[in-house]
């Protein structure tokens, strides 16, 4: 499974845009690709009070769609990207040496700015059953889309996934990260999908109605949480390459970390980068190096 998460700062896609970098589709080992934006609209008070517009969401959609379903050169036999990857159930080769791919989209569901999308190769299509989505706003008076969480759930096979896109509340100010934890708290609190009853046949299938009681949970998105230092000390850290001090204040790491954390209990993934709050745009350097622009550079 490939899930990934891309805060677009409000920029429209240009139609060219190549997203098979981003999706590692050279490889080739990845079944189920779960991807979740924000901003994928500016949030002006026009986007987030007014219909959900779509037409950004389905240009991310047809990229995802390009990207994932162009056919490149198979995999060598028994390949496994490097000893991390391996391909559970490889897709067959046709006669010309190109691996034909084949991705549907199992749901697609947009929130004012925030976007999820899942998608699966097209032979495990017939295997996923029950999809069904779930949005929860938390933004203006604690209830508009502008921040929150779009959830997706479905069964493939017998297993039950629940895969949570949030977008929580920003700011780096004392108090900000409460706000944070509290939009974690709603989202899970609030979020539900229909109750169907199981069959004597399949007891399996008896259906989840909230977030945690799926077997396979991913919560994904611009999660907005900080580094508890000031910023002279971080930037500091981050040129001398101190990444034990920055992880040791990360504030998610604290929520997953400490008995009572809005988030004890998760696992999170390794940290193999460097903090990304704020890139100059289209840099690898950070906003506030007088050298490369104005404030207007700015991007999260």
């Given at each position: 499974?490939?899930?990934?998460?891309?805060?677009?700062?409000?920029?429209?896609?240009?139609d060219?845009?190549?997203?098979?970098?981003?999706?590692?589709?050279?490889?080739?080992?990845?079944?189920?690709?779960?991807?979740?934006?924000?901003?994928?609209?500016?949030?002006?008070?026009?986007?987030?009070?007014?219909?959900?517009?779509?037409?950004?969401?389905?240009?991310?959609?047809?990229?995802?769609?390009?990207?994932?379903?162009?056919?490149?050169?198979?995999p060598?036999?028994?390949?496994?990207?490097?000893?991390?990857?391996?391909?559970?159930?490889p897709?067959?080769?046709?006669?010309?040496?190109?691996?034909?791919?084949d991705?549907?989209?199992?749901?697609?569901?947009?929130?004012?700015?925030i976007?999820?999308?899942?998608?699966?190769?097209?032979?495990?299509?017939?295997?996923?059953?029950?999809?069904?989505?779930?949005?929860?706003?938390?933004?203006?008076?604690?209830?508009?889309?502008?921040?929150?969480?779009?959830?997706?759930r479905?069964?493939?096979?017998?297993?039950?996934?629940?895969?949570?896109?949030?977008?929580?509340?920003?700011?780096?100010?004392?108090?900000?990260?409460?706000?944070?934890?509290?939009?974690?708290?709603?989202?899970?609190?609030?979020?539900?999908?229909?109750?169907?009853?199981?069959?004597?046949?399949?007891?399996?299938?008896?259906?989840?109605?909230?977030?945690?009681?799926?077997d396979?949970?991913?919560?994904?998105?611009?999660?907005?949480?900080?580094?508890?230092?000031?910023?002279?000390?971080?930037?500091?850290?981050?040129?001398?390459?101190?990444?034990?001090?920055?992880?040791?204040?990360?504030?998610?790491?604290?929520?997953?970390?400490?008995?009572?954390?809005?988030?004890?209990?998760?696992?999170?993934?390794?940290?193999?980068?460097?903090?990304?709050?704020?890139?100059?745009?289209?840099?690898?350097a950070?906003?506030?190096?007088?050298?490369?622009?104005?404030?207007?550079?700015?991007?999260?």
């Amino acid at each position: 499974m490939f899930a990934s998460t891309w805060n677009v700062g409000g920029v429209a896609p240009p139609d060219d845009l190549d997203l098979s970098d981003w999706l590692d589709t050279r490889n080739g080992t990845y079944d189920i690709y779960v991807l979740g934006f924000q901003e994928v609209v500016p949030l002006r008070a026009r986007n987030v009070l007014g219909a959900d517009k779509n037409r950004i969401g389905m240009r991310w959609n047809e990229l995802v769609r390009a990207a994932l379903n162009r056919s490149s050169p198979s995999p060598s036999p028994g390949a496994t990207g490097g000893g991390e990857k391996q391909k559970v159930h490889p897709v067959r080769d046709g006669a010309g040496g190109l691996q034909s791919r084949d991705f549907r989209c199992v749901v697609s569901k947009q929130m004012v700015g925030i976007l999820l999308t899942v998608w699966v190769r097209g032979d495990l299509r017939r295997f996923v059953r029950r999809p069904s989505v779930s949005c929860v706003g938390c933004g203006v008076m604690g209830c508009l889309g502008n921040k929150g969480a779009v959830s997706v759930r479905f069964w493939l096979r017998d297993t039950s996934f629940c895969f949570v896109c949030c977008h929580l509340a920003s700011g780096g100010r004392e108090g900000d990260e409460a706000h944070r934890n509290a939009d974690a708290a709603e989202i899970l609190r609030r979020t539900s999908f229909p109750r169907r009853h199981c069959s004597s046949s399949s007891p399996s299938l008896a259906t989840p109605h909230k977030i945690l009681d799926h077997d396979r949970v991913i919560l994904l998105g611009d999660l907005n949480y900080r580094i508890s230092l000031p910023e002279a000390k971080t930037r500091l850290l981050v040129e001398r390459h101190d990444w034990k001090t920055l992880l040791d204040n990360d504030q998610l790491r604290g929520e997953v970390s400490s008995e009572g954390g809005t988030f004890n209990g998760w696992n999170e993934g390794a940290i193999t980068f460097s903090p990304t709050y704020k890139y100059h745009r289209n840099s690898d350097a950070y906003y506030g190096c007088a050298q490369l622009g104005s404030k207007g550079d700015k991007l999260k």
